[in-house]
């Protein structure tokens, strides 16, 4: 405990290090900041009805800002505001310590302050990383929606609904999360509940292995479904006050996005899916490789997966044909991404996706190879819909995004790895220098490596 007390102050030095050396480097609001900080400068003189119409999220964020000056004292300059959401990063691994102890079935550590290495690693994660040193939502938000998850599994359901209304004011789209986080829960509760003395056995929901699942099954999990409604419905009373909260803000906006709503439609682009589990297997691949067998057996399981006998091969198939239907209809070239040569995506984009009209379909036996590989990864100690859930709730934040941006996965990716219970030390390690790797070169790059004409080169 006291080793991994050491570690998280390490974590915290380079951090506060790092902003220091970002602060002398960028001293000017970049990218986004140049909404955000003039709208939090603004309530932080207690101007309420001051409003920036290009800015697509609720004011959380500049109320955190606030909060700070009220309690602490803090100036809300750009160098204080930025430390808003470097605290929000160094409390990341503390909120993660909790949910990677809830999937491992183990007690967290007794000290708040000594998370454990795997939460630190994950802490590190480099989309978070590099976001909490920005004014930005992305941090913060993600640390809420995780306190979330944990108190909602942890059966402290009023506390996770107000977490997860709270995490609603940095990004509304964030309710999707609560009730992700309500949905676990459940499947929890219902997994492991027993019946008391004397009483009758109470209504199960069909929900076997993931590993040992098949179609059918999946089949009798939805017709199993309405014998448990009466059982955690209870639960659902704190998370129906923030759906219902969601609903008077859709009523009162008159739609999701907060402001800038015509550079923000959400459009249908169910590619967003696929690069998602693209984004998943670039950045975890060390985790994918650590389960039985190594990469051959990672191989090999999602080779069985995919064109184990006929049947498997003829679903292949006809899955990879409506993937190919729907990359052909609903990609999206979204004018941001086409035009903005300050982040990666561009470059990803212009020179992968659209080197060749042929690209996008020869990609979709990879993005199916890496759907299989999650699936076979993180469902080893997990039942068939636990596995399933996450995909299932990621749907409706990804598909009416239009833009293909990392910070759109990162809640999603968190959640993912997060369920993996079982990753031997060995991977930790790998995983660990793998984000510290990207982790130093993207922030080199912005930092040092300024294009002139163009600016700083970011995620």
């Known amino acids: ?40 400068q603004a309530y932080c003189r207690g101007e309420f009805a001051t409003w920036d119409p290009k800015i697509t999220t609720p004011p959380g964020l500049y109320i955190m800002s ?9 100036k809300c300059t750009l160098p204080m505001l930025r430390l808003t959401t470097v605290l929000a990063l160094m409390s990341l691994p503390l909120v993660l310590t909790h949910f990677l102890c809830f999937n491992k079935r183990m007690r967290p550590p007794t000290s708040i302050l000594s998370p454990t290495m795997e939460a630190l690693i994950l802490g590190a994660f480099p989309i978070a990383w590099f976001f909490g040193f920005l004014y930005y939502t992305e941090v913060p938000s993600l640390v809420l929606v995780v306190a979330t998850v944990v108190a909602a599994t942890d059966d402290r359901h009023w506390l996770a609904a107000l977490l997860g209304l709270v995490s609603c004011t940095f990004r509304q789209t964030n309710v999707i999360w609560v009730l992700y986080a ?14 008391s003395p004397g009483a009758e056995p109470p209504k199960k929901l069909h929900d076997p292995p993931a590993l040992a699942a098949g179609p059918g099954d999946l089949l009798r999990s939805i017709f199993s479904f309405p014998a448990v409604i009466a059982d955690i419905s209870p639960s659902f009373v704190p998370y129906a006050f ?23 439609i959400p459009s249908l682009h169910i ?3 696929y690069y998602f589990f693209a984004f998943s297997t670039t950045f975890g691949w060390p985790v994918l490789i650590s389960g039985p067998g190594g990469i051959r057996g990672l191989i090999w399981g999602v080779s069985k997966r995919m064109f184990g006998g006929k049947l498997r091969i003829l679903s292949t198939m006809v899955l990879s044909i409506a993937m190919g239907v729907t990359v052909k209809l609903f990609t999206i070239h979204h004018p941001f991404l086409l035009s903005d ?12 996706y659209m080197f060749h009209s042929t690209v996008p379909y020869l990609l979709i036996p990879g993005y199916v190879a890496c759907g299989w590989a999650w699936f076979l990864r993180a469902g080893r100690d997990q039942t068939l819909l636990q596995t ?48 510290a790797a990207i982790n130093g070169v993207t922030m080199g790059i912005f930092l040092y490596l300024p294009r002139a004409g163009v600016g700083r080169f970011m995620w």
């Open 1 to 40: 405990m006291v080793e991994t007390a050491i570690y998280y102050l390490v974590f915290c030095g380079v951090c506060i290090t790092v902003l220091k050396e970002l602060n002398v480097i960028v001293d000017e609001p970049y990218m986004d900041e140049p909404f955000h900080v003039p709208q939090a």
């Open 66 to 74: 606030l909060f700070l000056k009220r309690v602490f004292m803090f």
């Open 182 to 195: 309500y949905a676990l829960s459940q499947l929890t509760y219902l997994r492991f509940r027993r019946a």
């Open 242 to 264: 923030v759906v219902a909260a969601f609903g008077g803000f859709i009523v009162w906006n008159g739609g999701v996005v907060l402001g800038d709503k015509a550079n923000h």
């Open 271 to 273: 590619p967003q899916l």
């Open 341 to 352: 040569n300050r982040h990666y995506t561009f470059y990803l984009w212009r020179r992968v």
């Open 388 to 435: 399933l859930i996450l995909p299932v709730f990621v749907l409706p934040t990804l598909l009416p995004t239009p833009l293909l941006e990392p910070r759109y996965f990162l809640i999603p990716y968190i959640l993912l790895r997060s369920q993996v219970s079982d990753v031997p030390t060995w991977a930790l390690a790998i995983e660990g220098l793998w984000y």
